[in-house]
């Protein structure tokens, strides 16, 4: 067999998940674990390939799909031709009668997979391949993070991850709006100059932004990220006149043809699409190129492994409309310290920059992985 043939041999995925022992509360819920599904792509000359599907919440599901319908759609084709790859499993799983968000979460994981391969095959790091530069990509602190607890119990873990370097922190809101408010102020009054971010996990109503508005204002609330559930465009549109604070979302958008609409519709200006639900690097690239025609920044939400991690930070050195990295600071998170080397280097101002190793640069260890177990049933409570 020849050591050139990228004929794609195997595809099948890892569903895997720890029980959170020190709860976060926030807008969807108090996380009670963690789950992830990682995708091993295989080909017939030898070359394994790592991606990360989101979960979808429901990770056996998921890694159901990829082994199952996506493998027998994508075994025996290419894997440098991750265009052709993604473009069959849209015409046979998303444009017609498909699994809609699951199918698309799933190729994520397999794109992903696959432009490791092509890193692999060539020597060269990722965002070299998509024709970018290594560079320092300002972090925020975010994650499973900052929840809601009391404002001196947040802002000593805000003091935390500062000492870590972080100039960027992201709160989470959603709460009631007399505590949100409470807790953004007594940031804002501890730390005169930190780049405050908030997130509402989509758990606001069009009058809860009209009430918060005026105080994360005051406070200089760079963004106000998820208010509402991704579909709810007409609330966007109105909370987009209530106030100067941008309105982020793009985690739970999918491939270019939603982004279209939410940058037509011009209330969402903060674009963050996940790596591994909206399609993959190959996606990601035609919404960013997209989004710099409206002179639009790219900030990728992030997810779960050092897999997704260290995809996004290659996409944030190869766009001319990168923003911010988003640094899971999750106090415990095996997949990120433990089942992989780490996804990126991080100097004392809190900035990542890309490993230089070949593909995404990040190595798995299958054992650590078959050590975590799916754990069924929700996430959230």
């Known amino acids: 067999m020849s050591a ?54 429901c990770p056996g599901a998921i890694a159901k799909l990829v082994d199952t319908t996506l493998r027998q759609l994508v075994v025996g084709m290419d894997a440098t031709d991750v265009t052709g790859v993604w473009s069959r499993i849209y015409r046979m799983q998303l444009a017609s009668h498909g699994m809609g968000t699951a199918a698309c979460l799933a190729m994520s994981g397999i794109d992903l997979a696959l432009w490791d391969i092509r890193g692999k095959a060539t020597g060269w790091p990722v965002y070299r391949l998509l024709g970018g530069k290594a560079r320092d990509i300002p972090a925020y602190a975010g994650g499973i993070s900052l929840g809601y607890q009391e404002p001196a119990e947040l802002c000593d873990e805000i003091r935390g991850l500062l000492a870590r370097g972080y100039k960027a922190v992201k709160l989470r809101v959603g709460d009631t709006v007399a505590l949100d408010i409470r807790r953004v102020e007594a940031v804002r009054k501890a730390f005169p100059d930190l780049v405050l971010l908030a997130d509402a996990n989509t758990a606001y109503t069009v009058n809860d932004v009209r009430a918060v508005m005026p105080a994360f204002e005051a406070a200089a609330i760079r963004w106000l990220e998820e208010p509402f559930a991704p579909q709810d465009h007409r609330s966007y549109a109105q909370a987009a006149t209530l106030g100067r604070v941008p309105l982020a979302a793009g985690e739970n958008h999918y491939t270019r043809y939603e982004f279209a609409r939410v940058i037509e519709d011009g209330a969402i200006t903060v674009l963050q699409p996940d790596l591994s639900k909206t399609g993959g690097i190959t996606e990601a690239l035609r919404i960013a190129a997209l989004a710099s025609a409206w002179k639009l920044a790219i900030n990728p939400h992030t997810l779960l492994t050092g897999v997704n991690m260290a995809a996004s930070i290659h996409l944030l050195c190869a766009i001319d409309n990168g923003g911010y990295f ?26 990542v920059r890309p490993h230089e190793g ?24």
């Open 4 to 57: 050139h043939d990228f004929t794609i041999a195997d595809v099948t995925a890892f569903p895997a998940s720890f029980p959170v022992r020190k709860p976060v509360t926030l807008g969807i819920g108090r996380a009670v674990k963690r789950d992830a599904v990682l995708v091993r792509v295989t080909t017939k000359g030898g070359l394994v390939g790592w991606g990360e599907a989101h979960h979808g919440r």
């Open 326 to 351: 988003e640094a899971d600071v999750a106090a415990e998170n095996p997949f990120r310290d433990e089942m992989c080397s780490p996804p990126c280097l991080v100097d004392a101002n809190g900035d």
């Open 358 to 381: 070949p593909g995404l640069g990040v190595a798995i260890d299958e054992k650590f992985l078959a050590a975590y177990p799916l754990i069924e049933g929700p996430a959230y409570v």
